[in-house]
């Protein structure tokens, strides 16, 4: 009886050895079976991975507050609840690559928004791309985003024509035949837009026309030197596209040194840690992708009667409009693919178009990127005013 009892066990313990041996074999995997899992889910789960600390964390937060109001709006796709999973990236490329990881191979999520800061997105991108989940990002506008990645996906317009967007304003509206341009050479976004805009304004100036392009570090509060150099060249105007932090303090040390022409920028000058620098200063201007001057669509009108209603002692801004847009975008994707499988959400945001926003009217090209019109904006009275549109060509 004993011998017929051990041998029950040792046939057991072998029978449970080969059916692990299959599970491996047949791919059985929780990482391999991440997509199969999240489709199979009864919750959809979006992931967010923004920077909500750290030098961007102004811009990340704005985003959420606008992803958090779509998903109160919307809180059902397919008949299915969605759930938001939120992970802060610290504004650190490394924190965004694992933020990226974490929500597919541990949360298991259908799909990620993120993330402001196109250096941040550009962390996270190859590791969506190898594990085949899509990604909607929000506001980073360097082309290298999406270049050959046909996972990544945004609803915002990018560089080269933000860059051109600039350079023509400059030529045409303020009158400028030279430029000095100020760069923060830690960002991506700085650089890149920095080099549109110089390639833009030469075009129609020629090869002179920059006459200094000076560079500093993320985190610098000292810019005497750079702005120093500036004013002994007298440009018509001073291009310098970077973060608002260091931005709002190069601005106003520009005006505290006695250097009154027109300074630009780019769309991360909305903020109000930016416009605290400078709300004594005039002719200020930036790019950005929204106004509630000037509502493009009925869903503009609906996203600012929503904002006012749950944010009612915030001004409305273009980044919590973009996170609300990315929102909305990924609950129509999921629609039309009449699934929560990630390659199937992926194939219906490759085929977006048409589709109206908050911020326009989306219809995405070959490489994922968003065709849409350029705000103008310049600080009046110790407000962020409307300036102008300007539309794609």
Not at 70 to 94: F, H, R
Not at 96 to 103: F, I, K, T
Not at 187 to 201: I, R, T
Request: with cysteine.
């Amino acid at each position: 009886m004993l011998g017929l009892k051990r041998r029950n066990y040792v046939v057991l313990i072998a029978m449970v050895l080969i059916m692990s041996l299959l599970a491996v074999g047949c791919g059985g995997s929780q990482d391999q079976n991440a997509g199969q899992d999240a489709a199979d889910s009864d919750v959809i789960k979006i992931g967010v991975f923004e920077p909500l600390t750290g030098v961007n964390a102004a811009g990340g937060q704005m985003t959420l507050e606008g992803i958090e109001l779509a998903k109160e709006m919307y809180p059902e796709i397919l008949g299915k609840k969605v759930e938001i999973v939120t992970v802060d990236n610290k504004s650190e490329k490394q924190e965004a690559a694992n933020a990226v990881e974490r929500l597919i191979t541990q949360e298991k999520v259908n799909l990620i928004i993120g993330s402001y800061g196109s250096s941040l997105a550009m962390a996270g991108g190859p590791i969506a791309k190898r594990e085949g989940t899509p990604v909607i990002g929000c506001s980073p506008t360097n082309p290298a985003v999406t270049l050959d990645n046909d996972f990544y996906f945004r609803v915002c317009f990018i560089d080269p024509f933000q860059g051109t967007v600039m350079s023509n304003y400059a030529t045409e509206t303020l009158g400028a035949k030279t430029a000095a341009i100020i760069q923060d050479v830690q960002q991506d976004y700085s650089v890149g837009l920095s080099n549109y805009f110089e390639k833009a304004f030469k075009a129609t100036n020629g090869d002179a026309a920059i006459v200094a392009k000076l560079n500093y570090n993320t985190g610098d509060k000292d810019f005497s030197a750079q702005l120093t150099e500036v004013k002994s060249k007298n440009p018509d105007v001073i291009f310098a596209p970077g973060n608002f932090l260091e931005c709002g303090i190069l601005v106003a040390k520009a005006r505290e040194l006695g250097i009154n022409v027109p300074i630009l920028g780019g769309d991360t000058w909305e903020a109000e840690e930016f416009l605290n620098q400078v709300v004594d200063y005039q002719d200020i201007y930036f790019s950005t992708h929204f106004t509630a001057e000037e509502p493009v669509t009925e869903v503009s009108t609906t996203f600012l009667e929503a904002f006012a209603q749950k944010y009612p002692n915030k001004e409305v801004n273009a980044f919590a409009a973009l996170g609300f847009d990315t929102y909305i975008l990924a609950k129509d994707a999921i629609e039309r693919a009449n699934s929560a499988d990630p390659q199937a959400i992926r194939d219906a945001l490759a085929a977006t178009s048409g589709f109206e926003g908050a911020t326009g009217i989306i219809t995405l090209d070959a490489n994922g990127d968003a065709t849409k019109t350029a705000v103008i904006k310049k600080v009046e009275n110790g407000q962020f005013v409307y300036e102008a549109k300007v539309d794609p060509k």
